[in-house]
Nanobody, 124 residues
């Protein structure tokens, strides 16, 4: 298994940038595809972005495309979420997840391991 710990959340103003980190331990990091998800108050958890285990290619939800970037550094066992041009509607608890799937799914039910999340609050 793998253990995941998110960090980097905080309170920012609309238009600001923030970088989240997801540190992994326990097993070889490079064998997992990794994803970011978020859950706002009163809302269902939604997919944000993900990055493959093989090519390092990334995919994104339409709501964040062009503003957010997912990357990974396998040597540091860490995945990142760079968030630019933040909006109040980005306010949520952001969680990272890992899957042993050969694909890079958008469906959270296909991920095996989860971190506890980090709060991101964007004021207007």
């Amino acid at each position: 298994q793998v253990q995941l710990v998110e960090s980097g959340g905080g309170l920012v103003q609309a238009g600001d940038s923030l970088r989240l980190s997801c540190a992994a331990s326990g097993r070889t990091f490079s064998i997992y595809a990794m994803g970011w998800f978020r859950q706002a108050p009163g809302k269902e958890r939604e997919f944000v972005g993900a990055i493959s285990r093989t090519t390092g290619s990334s995919i994104y939800a339409d709501s964040v495309k062009g503003r957010f970037t997912v990357s990974r550094d396998n040597a540091k066992n860490t995945m990142y979420l760079q968030m630019n041009s933040l909006k109040p509607e980005d306010t949520a608890v952001y969680s990272c997840a890992a899957t042993m799937s050969q694909f890079t799914p958008r469906d959270g039910s296909l991920y095996h391991y989860w971190g506890r999340g980090t709060q991101v609050t964007v004021s207007s």
